[in-house]
């Protein structure tokens, strides 16, 4: 079925210059096209297709930037990091950009940040 949303269905979307754009109110849930609850969470999409490409160095200095922001200013617990296919059955966020969540390294410099921000 085709999903009629309003606006983007992220918080933040990353371009591959950096630049960091804001979407939905993190007030809103975010939406997927898949079948899981978004309240409650945060959406951060980089641009690009991470089966296929890497993530750039300006999208993850980007990202690390957003994640550990969310986390000072909302008081979440940066372990909690988590990527959408954690959640449903899908490939997202891509095999190139998961792999970051997996072996520890995108969590490490969120970390790294906020001690640094302190």
Do not use: M
């Amino acid at each position: 079925s085709e999903k009629k949303w309003p606006d983007v269905p992220y918080h933040f979307l990353i371009a591959p210059d950096g630049t960091v754009f804001e979407g939905r109110p993190l007030g809103i849930a975010g939406a997927t096209n898949t079948e899981y609850d978004t309240r409650g969470h945060a959406l951060v999409q980089l641009f690009g297709d991470f089966e296929r490409e890497e993530p750039t160095d300006a999208q993850i200095d980007a990202a690390v930037d957003v994640l550990a922001w969310l986390s000072t200013s909302l008081d979440i617990d940066p372990t909690s990091l988590r990527g959408h296919r954690d959640y449903a059955k899908t490939s997202c966020p891509g095999a190139n950009l998961y792999r970051l969540l997996e072996d520890g390294s995108l969590l490490e410099r969120v970390l790294e940040r906020i001690r640094g921000a302190r």
